[in-house]
Every structure is written in structure tokens, then in C-alpha cells.
């Protein structure tokens, strides 16, 4: 999204942008040995929505940067710090992408678990209902920028679906369901 990447730009904005970058890298670094307990966290990442609200005037930036906050808060894992990864993971709080209107909904299944991978040129969402669970996975391949930035902004979505459907089609076996949607940049790739 060019707003976005416009917001960011902003040195007043960005500023903050490299405080949750921080707080991530703090969070997981498993050579941190004073560990920030569960309070000081969550005292940090109020901090830091304070901050905002002082510091950045337009209010779209500052809903963004507070979501941001709200990830690192919902990441539960990640591979950040494995040697030689080639594409960053996490493993998120489900309730993390839903909106509040999701969350109230009772028909809205939560997942068991949610997982985020970026790499070079590719973006994926597993979503899963039980631990141990079957599916099946998606490439999507969009041939233009727009259709890029369409399925952009519904690849959770579309992921999160996919597994509730195979869920339900899997009822009456021990596994759950379960769909990774892995979105293929190729327009930059065709660029090379």
C-alpha cells in the first residue's frame, strides 16, 4: 500500500516504526538474559501507543502503528533469530487479524494456530483448528500489480476460510483442517 509506505517515510513516523522493530528484536532475542516479564511488556507496548498518540498527528498512522504494537504482542514465536532462514515466521495469536467485529461473531471458529511467513518474494498464511491437523496448500500467482494487491488484501482471509472448510469436511476424522495460502510476488520476480 503506497499510503502506507507514505506514513512510514515519515521521519516522525518512522521513528516509531523502529521502536516496535526494537521491542520485537527484544522480545525474542534469546540472548537477552533479563527477560521482560509479561507486565513490563505490556507496559512497553502501552508506552509506546502513548507515544504515538503524542507524537504522530494523523490518526490512520497512528491506528497502524498501534496495530503493529498489537502483533508483536500477538507473536508467540518466530524464527528471527535461527541461522541461515531463508523467509521470516511467526507463529501468531489467532485473534490477532480478526476484527472486532470477528471476534464477537459466535460463528467465527478461532484457529488452533495461525502462522505468518515473509520471504524474498513470497508471503503465506497457515491457519490450522487442531494441532495436529490435514489440509492442503494454495499458490497463488497474480500476473499484474493490481491482482498483486488485490489477493494482498485478502490472502488471510482466504487462508483462514480454506481451513475452516476443510474443518468442517473433516468432522467425523481425529484431524483437524487445515490450508496454507502462499502469495507469489512474480511481477518483481519477472522483473529479474
Known amino acids: 500500500n503506497t499510503q502506507v509506505q507514505e506514513w512510514l517515510d515519515q521521519p516522525r513516523v518512522a521513528k516509531h516504526a523502529v521502536s ?17 516479564s509479561e507486565a513490563d511488556f505490556a507496559n512497553k507496548c502501552q508506552q509506546l501507543k502513548e ?25 508467540l514465536r518466530t524464527n528471527l533469530y535461527m541461522p541461515q ?13 480478526f476484527t472486532q467485529n470477528e471476534k464477537n461473531d459466535a460463528e467465527k471458529m478461532p484457529a488452533y494456530g495461525t502462522f505468518f ?6 508471503k503465506g498464511f497457515h491457519v490450522r483448528f487442531k494441532d495436529i491437523a490435514r489440509g492442503g496448500l494454495r499458490i497463488v500467482t497474480p500476473s499484474t500489480s493490481e491482482f498483486l494487491a488485490l489477493e494482498q488484501s485478502r ?23 487445515s490450508k496454507a495460502v502462499i502469495l507469489l510476488d512474480v511481477i518483481s520476480t519477472s522483473a529479474l
Open 20 to 36: 516496535i522493530s526494537d521491542l520485537f528484536y527484544e522480545r525474542f532475542d534469546p540472548q537477552n538474559k533479563s527477560k521482560m
Open 155 to 177: 490472502h488471510f482471509d482466504e487462508a483462514y476460510n480454506l481451513a475452516h472448510a476443510q474443518q468442517l469436511k473433516n468432522k467425523d476424522i481425529p484431524e483437524g483442517g
Open 85 to 97: 532462514r531463508y523467509a521470516l515466521a511467526m507463529r501468531l495469536d489467532p485473534s490477532v487479524l
Open 51 to 75: 507515544n504515538f498518540r503524542l507524537d504522530v498527528e494523523n490518526n490512520e498512522a497512528q491506528k497502524l502503528l498501534c496495530s503493529m504494537v498489537n502483533v508483536v504482542a500477538s507473536t
Open 117 to 122: 511467513v515473509y520471504g524474498r518474494r513470497f
